[in-house]
């Protein structure tokens, strides 16, 4: 048996039947999350004897006592496990009873070593926000608040094990009274590596104009943001930029100083209340917002709201981004009633801020007050948003309170991979045996700091993970960061490199998330990828399972007018709808649209005629943004999506049933589906419509592609027998779509992402299921 540790408390066997002794195994996220100290605190409220520690598997216990205790015990083992703890299965064998008289928490044994997990960092829970807010408390006020049930943890780990000395914290030795809950294994701060209080802890001050404020920082920070200004705030994982969300001129002046033009902005409610004033609430969404990971949530704004945010937070959006305080210091800012625009501290592409010196140089012309602290943040990390749509809950970007808990894969194990991810939206992955560990939101990497942050966090996901990749995947782009970073190291390290199609990944990361091995139908709706014959896809239809994929179906390939710039302006692809279908002509029926029109359109369009700069691709996300243009929703896109996601607003206020606009869906060699004649029919007359009939028609162009990607799944099933469907790509992102095709493939087995973006946030998940699939069938070859 192993050494015997401190922590021990004596076991008194009542009445009630012969004891009995039983071994437990638990497994899931049991590890750094405070579940030893629970189950010692379990076994004193059972009068139980035995022991429990840590291993390569899980948790393991050994628990004396009465039957009927034990099988409390073993039920309370999952049912009561602290909040940060995902138990996934409680096995127990009895034993030999041995009459100890005491229960312990044992060191892991020797010879062993448990499988290193790294906590996400989690939100402030109710028994600190009970201790901040109470008057009589030792942490009365204080910002720092934790216990082992929430606070920092990714965001602060510098190495493992995860321990104080090997995080931010290791420059705060704690004071006498933190040190006792510390040792104690009944108090719930019990190994709480950053347990601090204002004695011995992290504090914050507020700066201004290059110097300390006198005073409570934290009254004075929410002295700026009642009087219009803009606070920047040092929160768990980077800077946010906070302002009254009520206020109008505070949401505009925060805009014009970020360059933030038109994207919606994310705000935090003080209460749960407030958030139910603010918007429409299901328990769902309530249990998203007041969950360990805290991440915004896409709510319907009330109509009838007494207090709205101001209309430039979203607008003309009928949707908010909503997030409660998640740190303690949110809790200290926002009273009750408050709503406060909390978004990211960076310009436009970067990533956040997070370190103190490029924060206040960065912010020096934007914030007109900093409020800072002095832990050192380790790792960015952005807020996580989600929503729950038709088809459930769908994470639209995985990052704070998520990563880098690992997520399955349907393979128990097998070499290690690390793969690289898409060019946009990038994540990666690294595996190790059955767990995938999806990194946080990277961003863009065409941005040199992305790209740096990207490389850095890699190698340290590599060394807490105790990883050293065996294979790597990469995206078949060509030009791809991402892939050519791999290549590299491919070559320096001599690893094989598994290239993997982009919309294969989308359909892969489904699947693996499912554990399903069987081949499925997919459809991989998105802006564009990389096709095995070199042109850019993004409306595919596919038969694939994890290894491979055949593709059967996409829509009919288009012209990009000027490359890459027509996904960031739109009224190129709508020109060429216009043009194909009645010359130079247009311009008497569309005068408006014409009058927009750049001088030269006429030289575009010669050239996109003999493909000079206008490569053909199948994108149904370009479908998108041509309905967009045509309706004049959006010409030009100030962000990413930003005309689909136009569209797909105009379409919500439609006040009368779609219509499914002509399509045709033509055989051949794989079967083609082209949209042109509803984007004809989209533009007739288009120019006189009223704004509630141009929404009409922007919901019959949603209920057409509904219509025609759920006939083309329709002829595929008949003809391959396959009756399970995947849907994965950034299209699917589109809530009005989804809940207009699912009722049109309800006879299938559907599976939609939900622990995994459906964007190409997910595409390094995939990846790495791709390349395990490939390995496993070569072996059994």
């Known amino acids: 048996m192993p050494k015997m540790a401190d922590a021990a408390h004596t076991a008194v066997h009542t009445e009630g039947g012969a004891a009995e002794r039983r071994a437990f195994r638990v497994s899931g996220i049991v590890q750094g999350v405070g579940y030893r100290p629970f189950v010692y605190r379990l076994a004193e409220e059972y009068a139980l004897s035995g022991w429990v520690l840590n291993d390569s598997a899980g948790v393991g216990i050994e628990a004396e006592g009465t039957a009927a205790a034990l099988d409390a015990f073993a039920v309370a083992l999952a049912d009561d496990a602290p909040r940060a703890a995902v138990v996934t299965a409680v096995t127990w064998q009895a034993v030999m009873p041995c009459g100890e008289q005491t229960f312990r928490i044992l060191p892991s044994p020797a010879g062993t070593r448990a499988a290193t997990l790294v906590s996400p960092d989690l939100a402030v829970c109710a028994d600190c926000r009970r201790e901040i807010l109470s008057a009589a408390d030792r942490r009365y006020g204080y910002a720092f608040t934790n216990c082992t049930n929430c606070g920092p943890r990714y965001s602060i780990i510098r190495g493992v094990p995860y321990d104080r000395p090997l995080t931010s914290m290791a420059v705060f030795p704690m004071c006498p009274a933190c040190q006792r809950e510390y040792d104690d294994p009944r108090d719930r701060r019990f190994h709480a590596q950053p347990n601090a209080c204002a004695a011995c802890g992290p504090a914050y001050r507020l700066l201004v104009n290059g110097g300390v404020q006198a005073g409570d920082p934290l009254a004075a920070a929410r002295r700026v943001v009642a009087e219009g200004g803009i606070l920047a705030v040092k929160g768990i994982g980077g800077y946010h930029l906070a302002c009254d969300a009520r206020s109008e001129t505070a949401v505009a002046r925060l805009r014009r100083r970020k360059h933030r033009e038109a994207k919606a902005l994310a705000v935090m409610a003080g209460s749960l209340a407030a958030v139910r004033a603010l918007c429409l609430l299901s328990a769902e969404e309530e249990r998203l917002l007041t969950s360990p990971a805290a991440p915004i949530v896409l709510l319907a704004r009330r109509v009838d709201a007494v207090r709205p945010a101001a209309e430039s937070v979203a607008p003309g959006n009928a949707y908010l981004g909503v997030m409660l305080p998640y740190a303690p210091v949110h809790l200290l800012l926002l009273g009750a009633d408050d709503l406060w625009v909390m978004t990211s501290a960076n310009l436009s592409g970067d990533p956040i801020l997070y370190r103190d010196a490029a924060a206040e140089e960065g912010l020096a012309g934007i914030a007109d007050a900093i409020l800072v602290h002095n832990r050192e943040i380790v790792h960015r990390v952005d807020d996580s948003v989600v929503r729950i749509g038709a088809g459930g809950p769908q994470i639209l970007r995985r990052s704070r309170g998520y990563a880098p808990a690992p997520l399955a894969l349907p393979f128990a194990d097998g070499r290690s991979v690390l793969a690289g991810g898409a060019e946009l ?124 994929y055949e593709r059967l179906a996409h829509f009919a390939p288009m012209p990009l007018p000027g490359g890459d710039r027509a996904a960031e302006e739109p009224w190129r692809l709508a020109l060429w709808v216009l043009y194909r279908r009645d010359g130079a002509g247009f311009a008497a029926q569309f005068p408006q649209f014409a009058a927009q029109l750049p001088t030269g359109w006429e030289l575009l369009m010669q050239a996109t005629a003999a493909r000079l700069s ?141 622990r995994v973006p459906p964007n190409d946030g997910g595409i390094a998940y995939g990846q790495a299921a791709v390349a395990l699939a490939r390995m496993v069938h070569s072996q059994h070859a």
């Open 614 to 754: 206008a490569p053909l691709t199948s994108s149904a996300g370009r479908l998108f943004d041509a309905a967009a243009a045509l309706l004049g929703v959006a010409y030009r896109s100030a962000y990413e999506g930003q005309a689909p996601i136009d569209l797909e607003r105009l379409a919500r206020t439609a006040r009368r049933a779609g219509r499914v606009l002509p399509y045709t869906v033509a055989e051949g060699a794989r079967l083609t589906v082209d949209v042109l004649p509803a984007l004809y029919a989209l533009a007739d007359g288009a120019e006189a419509l009223t704004v509630e009939e141009r929404a009409g028609r922007a919901l019959d162009f949603h209920v057409t592609m509904a219509a025609a990607v759920a006939e083309v799944l329709g002829i595929l099933s008949v003809r391959t027998g396959l009756r399970t469907v995947a849907l994965a790509g950034g299209v699917f992102q589109n809530a009005l779509l989804l809940e207009e095709l699912l009722p049109r493939i309800g006879g299938y087995h559907v599976l939609l992402p939900h």
């Open 425 to 548: 939206k990038n994540t990666f992955c690294l595996t190790r045996g059955g767990e995938a560990f999806l990194s946080e939101h990277i961003g863009d990497l065409t941005n040199a700091a992305v790209l740096a942050s990207y490389t850095e966090t890699m190698a340290q996901y590599e060394q807490f993970f105790e990883v050293t990749p065996e294979v790597l995947a990469a995206d078949l782009h060509p030009a791809y960061l991402s892939g050519r970073h791999l290549a590299a190291r491919a070559a320096r390290d001599g690893l094989p490199l598994v290239r993997v199609q982009h919309h294969h990944a989308h359909i892969a990361a489904v699947l693996a998330e499912h554990g399903c091995h069987a081949r499925v139908l997919g459809a991989a709706l998105d802006g564009t990828g990389w096709g095995d014959d070199g042109t850019a896809w993004g409306g595919e239809f596919l038969a694939a399972d994890l290894a491979g």
